[in-house]
């Protein structure tokens, strides 16, 4: 038999409750992404396979949010320009 210790003395543990069964697991879709102009200038890109191979292909590679750091000057220099009234 089984016990626990309730801090006063040792005791047999409470049965616990079944928890109601969810919903059945279902696979996740991504949809593709849409279609862009390269920022490299050099076409199309069209789908979550040819970004890899754009990235690839260019020595490029995707910024992980964790190692991008807003630039401090960035907020008082658009907040400048929007004072100036000069278009975005």
Do not use: T
Not at 17 to 45: F, T
């Amino acid at each position: 038999m089984r016990l626990v210790w309730d801090g006063e003395d040792w005791v047999a543990p409470m049965p616990r409750e079944r928890a109601e069964p969810g919903p059945l697991p279902v696979p996740m879709i991504m949809r593709d992404l849409p279609a862009y102009q390269s920022p490299l200038g050099d076409g199309w890109v069209e789908g979550r396979a040819a970004r890899r191979e754009h990235l690839k292909a260019n020595g490029c590679r995707e910024v992980d949010p964790g190692e991008w750091k807003p630039d401090p000057n960035y907020a008082a220099f658009k907040a400048a320009k929007k004072a100036a009234g000069a278009p975005r």
